[in-house]
């Protein structure tokens, strides 16, 4: 996940920018669409599913949808890794690169089943971080998703002794193609003794004096000299190849020019190593390729792909060895836009502060920690009456927490609704919709968790191609105030001699 973030200028785009309507077929990006005064999402008619029959598509439900509504549109899931994986067959087919691409998915993204399902249906290699992924690889083994031929790629933590290593080894005996990334020169000691070989790869931490960014104030990684002592220890071990060098900057804040510029480093000791090590043949820059979480459309997927590869041709011909075959780590770009969460407003209320306060019926926190946690942006749009005036207003969430609003505190990014009295809204229903907050967001609040201020978790559909050019959906039905309680507890029954309820206390 991304470690650093500010609050951004007003010209952050978050949503329409004027009080005019907008205009008829105007499109906000590339699957969000004006028609008819309703937006569109993927060719979705959004404000048809709180609708008495009346339909979005085939396939996808009739009756009226209770809000607020998640919305999983798995399709865009797989575009977006065909999307990355042209960018780069592109570039190296333009710059005769020798060398092949992989797309690998960052689970900690969005860790659910049907997220996982398809990254893997759609051809992505495999990264994990933790215990309970190397189980979730397990199953997508046994489902037949994960094939001999795809990597798993096993970042975080893997101390000796830990439940995470003892775990890997057993997935290996499973898999061909488990790569354990070694954090610390201690982790080696984690696999030792194993009947099955292993590839290794190593993190490199790059050094402070660098520059550009990247991991200098990290936990993560070794320095160049430990990589180079470290690949030598693997080499050395019976069964053990260093095969894969891993240079995460850890940060979406780069243009494509000093992204590539923060990874020349790792490069250069790829590079070297590659002399004395003729295994190594991944180099793994990690994640940190934004997607597109806002309506400003500043990166350029296409340069960044050429950069990267033009610079890994330069390196490796001062070196004289070969370029290495690139491993992208991609989260945020992977699920960002395939998630929607949409609410209906259910009150209008004066703010003397500024612009009127919009509620909606749920919360913008807990459904979106890093509005709060990190003053991000997501893109917000009205859902219908876009053929009306619109006006500048603030979004609350239904907590009591002064944190639950939209945009965040600190930002000056204006955020235009349709312009509705109160009394208009007790007839005239208005629904408005976040976008591309399908990474982190829901990983963070708690998957089928209870909320702060108690609130339930919302009703998701689970929309995808249904093979025959329509859709097919799974309804996964919101929590109820029994779920809740059950969660926290209250369900259970005492201990022996521990009353459920203290007795009162006497007031003086």
Known sequence: MDSTHAPPSVA??????????????????????????????????????????RSPAAGLPGDAMPSPLEIAFLPNIRAQVDAMDRCFRRAIEELGYPAPFHFAFASKANTAEEIVRSTLTAGAHHEMSSDVDVDIARRMIQAGLLPEDRMVIANGFKRPGSAYARNLRKLRREHPRVVPVLEDPSELESFAGSDVEFEFGIRFRKPREAGGGGDRDSRFGVDAAEAERLAARIDRRPGSRFVLLHAMLGSAG????????????????????GRSHPDLRFFDFGGGVPGRTTLDDAFDYDRFARLLLTKALEVCARHGTKPPALIGEFGRYTVSEHA????????????EGGPPWYLVDGSIMTSFPDTWALGEHFICLPLNHLDRSLM???????TCDRDDVYPPRGSGVPLFLPGLSAAELEHTPLYVGFFAVGAYQEMLGGVRGSKHCVLPEATELLIDDDGNGG???????????????HNLGYGRKARAGAPLTAAPVPLA
Not at 264 to 273: Q, S
Not at 340 to 351: C, E, G, S, T, Y
């Open 392 to 398: 500048r207003v603030r979004l609350g969430g239904i």
């Open 12 to 53: 952050c785009r978050i949503g329409w920018q004027s009080p005019a309507p907008v205009p008829e077929g105007y499109r906000f990006n590339p699957f969000l669409e004006a028609t008819g005064g309703r937006l569109q999402a993927h060719g979705l008619d959004l404000a048809a599913f709180f609708e008495v029959g």
């Open 340 to 351: 929607a969460h949409l609410f209906r407003v259910i009150a209008i209320k004066a703010n």
């Open 471 to 485: 859709f097919a959906c799974d309804v996964v039905p919101g929590h109820t105030t029994e779920d809740v309680l």
């Open 254 to 273: 780069f243009n494509e020019a000093e992204f590539v510029e923060a990874l020349e480093p790792g490069l250069e000791l790829h590079a070297r190593l």
